[in-house]
């Protein structure tokens, strides 16, 4: 017979162990408001977030717990007319008629110090196929009147729905993304040069470069009188050296946002996976796939530190793992393409943070309860990814997850306040933790990274 008080003894042991573990980490106390210290805060959000289902359904009154941190709202995205190339509403019922554009403006009554710009491309304004993917891009830039079309477009669309300016997130067309050969037992050394998805070749960039450097000038000469703003961002897989001329564009912009990341999709490499937005050059890879060499195209071109701003994904990417992947090491072996879609976003392929965070968090050593296993960065030079094998019997997928945590949030914005670069931006609200479903506080990824600053 075992006395009952040993039983409670051990009852209350076991629990208070239990709840231990799963206990979340230490979170640092939030920022107080406007504690940004002169940095730079871009907040991306994305509009198409608002017809997501149930719990991942975004609205303007979900933004309002961000923007005590943001400087910048950048509202995504217009898109470019293909016949008259001007700048249009990208969904003319939401933007418009149903006034979105103008209750997102209406914010800086209770944030006045915010600015609103009016982003346009980022790929989501997608055009064509094959050749034809996105020229319209191109033909803005091949004559004086096609931009001119354009900015006086882009000028009234921003006057008349009180913007305080436009961010040009430029379709130009991809680099090729890199691919390997289905199977295992391939390595780095040994990827082969064939090519998967739809690049264009560019016979004319050079002059495309030219060309955007002048709608840049021009732009700019057109909104000064009104002190609205131009800023840049640069989309994942668009080569910086081949479109964009840091000299000649500083002058002309507020700020550059570098969207260093997404060198490896399941989209475009179903078959290779990577870190989500490497800070530094790994071994192996090609040397401009991380954030510091983008950073050094910039400043070593001529464009002044305290105008670049570091974008932060607040997403991960995912791909099926098959049976008998290796996932000993970096990128792993046996992948096939997409991972299924997440219950908020119901994308393949991506996840929201806080899709990320219910799967990995909590749990004994470094397996969550959900069976992932987590490997945190600890060089914080790479990111975190994570990982779950598949399990026959229960008929449960694979799934290889690369992303980033609060911790390589902030990391990217401790390298930001060291390099003395403008400030950073989150990439984006609608898919970072707007909830406070992992954590006690809303907004865990934006926290963590201005929190750094
Ligand atoms: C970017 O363009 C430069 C040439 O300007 C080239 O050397 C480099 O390999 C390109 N990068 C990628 C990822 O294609």
Not at 181 to 202: A, N, Q, R, Y
Not at 260 to 286: C, E, G, V, W
Not at 312 to 339: F, Q
Not at 391 to 414: F, H, L, R, S
Request: charged share 25%; net charge neutral.
């Amino acid at each position: 017979m075992v006395p009952l008080n040993y039983l409670v003894v051990l009852a209350t042991l076991v629990c208070g162990v239990l709840s231990a573990v799963h206990q979340p980490p230490p979170l640092p106390p939030p920022p107080p408001r406007g504690a940004n210290h002169g940095k730079i805060v871009v907040c991306n959000y994305e509009t198409k977030s608002h017809f997501r289902e149930g719990q991942g359904k975004f609205d303007i009154s979900n933004l309002e717990p961000a923007l005590q941190y943001c400087t910048h709202l950048i509202y995504g995205y217009a898109a470019i007319k293909e016949d008259t190339l001007k700048l249009v509403p990208l969904n003319e019922q939401f933007d418009v008629i149903k006034d979105n554009y103008r209750k997102v403006t209406d914010l800086k009554v209770k944030f006045p110090k915010l600015k609103v710009l009016l982003s346009v491309g980022g790929n989501e304004d997608v055009s064509g196929e094959g050749a034809e993917k996105n020229l319209k891009y191109r033909q803005v830039l091949e004559s004086s009147g096609h931009r001119l079309a354009f900015i006086n477009s882009a000028h009234t669309i921003i006057k008349a729905y009180g913007f305080d300016g436009i961010d040009l997130a430029w379709e130009f067309p991809e680099t090729k993304p890199k691919k390997i050969k289905s199977g295992f037992g391939k390595f780095w050394s040994s990827v082969k040069k064939t090519f998967t998805g739809e690049t264009v070749l560019d016979e004319n960039a050079q002059e495309h470069r030219d060309q955007f450097t002048a709608l840049v000038r021009e732009l700019k000469n057109t909104f000064k009188p009104d002190n609205l703003l131009v800023s840049l961002t640069v989309l994942p897989n668009i080569n910086s050296t081949v479109y964009y001329d840091p000299r000649a564009l500083a002058p002309n912009v507020d700020f550059v946002t570098l969207h260093a990341f997404d060198f490896y999709t399941p989209q475009r490499n179903p078959k290779l996976a990577d870190f989500p937005s490497p800070l530094y050059d790994l071994i192996d890879r090609r040397p401009d796939e991380n954030v510091d060499a983008w950073v050094k195209y910039w400043l070593s071109n001529g464009f002044p530190q305290n105008k670049l701003v570091i974008g932060i994904p607040s997403y991960g990417r995912t791909w099926k793992l098959e049976d008998g992947a290796k996932v000993d090491t970096v990128p792993p072996e046996g992948l096939d393409g997409a991972g299924s879609p997440g219950p908020l976003t119901k994308d393949a392929g991506i996840l929201s943070y806080p899709e990320i965070c219910v799967k990995v968090q909590g749990g004994t050593g470094n397996v969550s309860p959900q069976g992932y296993r987590k490997i945190q960065d600890s060089t914080n030079r790479r990111g975190s990814y994570a990982y779950k094998l598949p399990d026959e019997e229960k008929n449960e997928e694979g799934v290889w997850i690369a992303y980033e945590d609060p911790a390589a949030a902030a990391n990217k914005a401790t390298y930001v306040r060291n390099k003395g670069l403008a400030g950073i931006a989150v990439d984006d609200l609608t898919l970072d933790d707007f909830k406070g479903v992992c954590s006690n506080h809303q907004y865990s990824i934006l926290r963590a990274a201005v929190a750094a600053l």
